[in-house]
């Protein structure tokens, strides 16, 4: 089976995390993917090993691509041109949606108009981004899926496996926290900047990295701010990290007794979060769908209340100073992947009904979950 997966952008997110993992576990099946984007935000990296990438905003191109490989199926991820290039290109194979994006406005123009294209099915990646999407479509099925993390790559490494050479480099006698994320609104940094001052005004042992933003439209807002207030000492920033290196990264923070802090105002899922876990490392999040959906409070990690300040640097230091709680935390994330979120479970959910849609593609009707 041969299916291409269309999205705008190529970033180093969640979708294209998932949609990695996905590939290289499809390919064991027989299953191959191949990936279309327009615009390329520093992503390319994580994807081109593992599956042909196609990169251009030429329609001509873009027709020519789906009209000469024969695909089995397609899969749209958030691209509302897309239908317009499937139209155009005369496609009559089955059409997936997959609708990600978590905010009701920037997903309606993505599910507004779908052209004389008849999607087969919507995916989700949690059951908040199946009520989000129930809101702007009618009659068309919504099926659930989980991002899956591979486990034999995100998995608490041993001392000997660490790079501990490698930036970032762990600190003498600190705790670390860890921000991971674009550099923009939703991902809320400002929130981040206000937990930083908290702590900073409270205690010296913790230190905080932020992982990513190197192609945020924010970058230069946040990084006036990092040094308006003083936080270049308290909060580390390394706006590139290679995707391969993030298990390192994982291990360092669990190593210092510390954890992974998110101060996201929305999602439709969240593969920091299982990444985290899948580590070891405890995650402290808003107590919001669907974080709530995947980190599960005082057992993988702890949530705090809305977007309060105070309640999550309270959070942070249940977690820095009870060396049980953390290990507690520690071994029940790494079970909690490895049972509801290891690639070859929810794959294969996918892989099934990949081959059932191509099945019955002409005649039946594929049920609502």
Same mark, same amino acid.
């Given at each position: 089976?041969?299916?291409?997966i269309i999205?705008?952008l190529?970033?180093?997110?969640? $979708?294209?995390a998932?949609?990695?993992?996905?590939?290289i576990?499809?390919?064991?099946?027989g299953?191959?993917?191949?990936?279309?984007?327009t615009?390329?935000h520093?992503g390319?990296?994580?994807?081109?090993d593992?599956a042909?990438v196609y990169?251009?905003?030429?329609e001509n191109?873009?027709?020519?691509?789906?009209?000469?490989?024969a695909?089995d199926?397609?899969i749209? $991820?958030d691209?509302g041109a897309a239908y @317009?290039?499937l139209?155009?290109?005369?496609y009559?194979g089955?059409?997936?949606v997959?609708?990600?994006t978590p905010e009701?406005?920037?997903?309606?123009?993505?599910l507004k108009?779908f052209?004389s294209?008849?999607?087969?099915?919507?995916?989700?990646?949690s059951?908040?981004?199946?009520?989000?999407?129930?809101?702007?479509?009618d009659?068309i099925?919504?099926?659930v899926?989980?991002n899956g993390?591979?486990?034999?790559f995100?998995h608490?490494l041993?001392t000997?496996?660490?790079s501990y050479?490698v930036q970032?480099?762990l600190?003498?006698?600190k705790?670390v926290v860890?921000?991971?994320g674009?550099?923009? @609104?939703?991902k809320n940094?400002?929130?981040?900047?206000?937990?930083?001052?908290?702590?900073?005004?409270?205690?010296?042992?913790?230190?905080i990295?932020?992982?990513?933003g190197?192609q945020s439209?924010?970058?230069?807002?946040f990084?006036?701010?990092?040094k308006?207030?003083?936080l270049?000492?308290?909060?580390?920033?390394f706006?590139?990290?290679?995707?391969?290196?993030m298990?390192?990264?994982y291990? @360092?923070?669990?190593?210092?007794?510390g954890c992974t802090?998110?101060t996201?105002? $929305?999602?439709?899922?969240?593969n920091?979060f299982i990444?985290s876990?899948a580590c070891?490392?405890?995650?402290?999040?808003s107590?919001?769908?669907?974080?709530?959906?995947?980190?599960l409070q005082?057992?993988t990690g702890?949530?705090f209340r809305g977007?309060?300040?105070?309640?999550a640097?309270?959070?942070?230091?249940?977690?820095v100073?009870?060396?049980k709680?953390?290990?507690?935390?520690s071994?029940?994330?790494?079970?909690?992947?490895?049972q509801?979120?290891?690639?070859?479970?929810v794959?294969?959910i996918?892989?099934?009904?990949?081959?059932?849609?191509?099945e019955?593609?002409?005649?039946?009707v594929i049920?609502n979950?």
């Amino acid at each position: 089976m041969k299916v291409l997966i269309i999205w705008r952008l190529l970033t180093v997110g969640g $979708v294209n995390a998932g949609w990695r993992n996905r590939s290289i576990y499809f390919k064991k099946f027989g299953i191959h993917t191949e990936f279309l984007y327009t615009t390329d935000h520093g992503g390319l990296h994580i994807m081109e090993d593992i599956a042909p990438v196609y990169l251009t905003k030429d329609e001509n191109e873009i027709i020519g691509i789906i009209k000469n490989n024969a695909y089995d199926a397609i899969i749209v $991820v958030d691209t509302g041109a897309a239908y @317009k290039w499937l139209q155009k290109a005369k496609y009559k194979g089955p059409v997936i949606v997959e609708a990600r994006t978590p905010e009701l406005i920037k997903l309606q123009p993505h599910l507004k108009k779908f052209r004389s294209v008849e999607p087969v099915s919507i995916v989700v990646p949690s059951n908040y981004q199946k009520r989000l999407v129930s809101i702007l479509t009618d009659n068309i099925p919504i099926k659930v899926i989980y991002n899956g993390v591979d486990t034999t790559f995100f998995h608490p490494l041993a001392t000997d496996e660490i790079s501990y050479d490698v930036q970032p480099i762990l600190p003498t006698n600190k705790k670390v926290v860890c921000w991971i994320g674009r550099v923009d @609104k939703r991902k809320n940094w400002p929130m981040l900047v206000e937990i930083a001052k908290r702590i900073k005004s409270e205690r010296s042992d913790i230190e905080i990295w932020l992982i990513g933003g190197a192609q945020s439209v924010q970058r230069e807002d946040f990084a006036l701010t990092w040094k308006d207030e003083g936080l270049t000492d308290m909060i580390k920033w390394f706006p590139v990290i290679p995707y391969q290196q993030m298990p390192h990264v994982y291990a @360092k923070v669990l190593q210092s007794g510390g954890c992974t802090i998110a101060t996201t105002k $929305v999602e439709s899922f969240g593969n920091t979060f299982i990444e985290s876990m899948a580590c070891g490392v405890p995650v402290v999040a808003s107590n919001i769908m669907p974080i709530s959906e995947i980190v599960l409070q005082g057992e993988t990690g702890m949530l705090f209340r809305g977007h309060d300040v105070q309640d999550a640097v309270k959070m942070i230091y249940q977690i820095v100073d009870n060396q049980k709680l953390h290990q507690k935390l520690s071994e029940n994330a790494v079970k909690h992947v490895e049972q509801n979120f290891a690639i070859q479970k929810v794959a294969d959910i996918y892989r099934e009904y990949l081959l059932k849609i191509g099945e019955i593609n002409n005649s039946d009707v594929i049920q609502n979950d």
